[in-house]
């Protein structure tokens, strides 16, 4: 199994730009979470998926973060417009059924926002 | 949001020693879970416990779910280079709707060969 994939793993970009993070699930796996880690916060969780559908979004920290997952292989984080507060590991994870406390993560992006 | 209280907050061992590391809460919790965390990677599972008192061992690893269900403690044995990284611990509360990990902030582990 080739694990959660996560791309890219690393995105400079300017403060004002779109950013688009995206994720592919182990298969089989019907949840899927969006954390954010940061020294200062460490682990947050942002948003996480059952079956592609949104079930608990109120770590989104304001309306410039949205995702998505149009299917059960694809979900993808966006920020619109982009902050330098922003600047962080964004970590993709993803588990399976009852046992979903057992996260298995991507890489992760490394976001910095200039 | 709500974190748990992990400690210590770093270490800095010599290879060989044993590693001791623990989580509270001012919460009860249904689970507690542990995950290693090495650079540039997303954090890794290392075990998972299930019920108040258990004790579940992963290789040199040994992990504890406290009596009170408001705690947990990780042992290390035998230290080796590879043990370096973050150990972070998770708990959840509920089941249902609640199953929301809540984590601490990590304790960041160097081990000198």
């Known amino acids: 199994d080739a694990g959660v994939i996560q791309s890219p793993r690393h995105e400079v970009t300017e403060m004002g730009q779109e950013v688009t993070l995206r994720c592919k699930p182990i298969s089989g796996h019907d949840y899927l979470f969006w954390y954010r880690q940061t020294m200062m916060r460490g682990l947050e969780l942002l948003i996480y998926?059952?079956?592609?559908?949104?079930?608990?979004d109120s770590g989104m920290p304001e309306d410039r973060f949205s995702a998505k997952m149009p299917n059960a292989s694809f979900s993808t984080l966006k920020i619109q417009p982009s902050e330098p507060r922003d600047s962080a590991v964004y970590f993709c994870?993803?588990?399976?059924?009852?046992?979903?406390?057992?996260?298995?993560f991507g890489s992760g992006t490394q976001l910095s926002v200039l | 949001g709500q974190q748990l209280n992990q400690s210590p907050q770093s270490m800095f061992i010599q290879e060989g020693e044993d590693v001791s590391m623990n989580c509270t809460s001012s919460?009860?919790?249904?689970?507690w879970l542990w995950y290693k965390q090495d650079p540039g990677e997303g954090p890794v599972l290392l075990i998972a416990?299930?019920?108040a008192g258990e004790l579940t061992s992963n290789g040199r690893l040994t992990a504890q779910f406290g009596i009170t269900r408001k705690d947990s403690f990780l042992n290390i044995s035998a230290s080796i280079p590879s043990d370096v990284g973050i150990y972070f611990c998770?708990?959840?509360?509920?089941?249902?709707?609640?199953?929301?990990?809540?984590w601490g902030l990590g304790t960041s582990l160097a081990v000198n060969p």
């Open positions: 994870a993803t588990g399976r059924g009852s046992t979903n406390e057992k996260l298995f």
């Open positions: 998770a708990g959840r509360r509920g089941a249902g709707n609640n199953r929301k990990l809540i």
């Open positions: 416990l299930y019920k």
């Open positions: 998926f059952n079956n592609n559908v949104p079930i608990d």
């Open positions: 919460s009860i919790f249904n689970t």
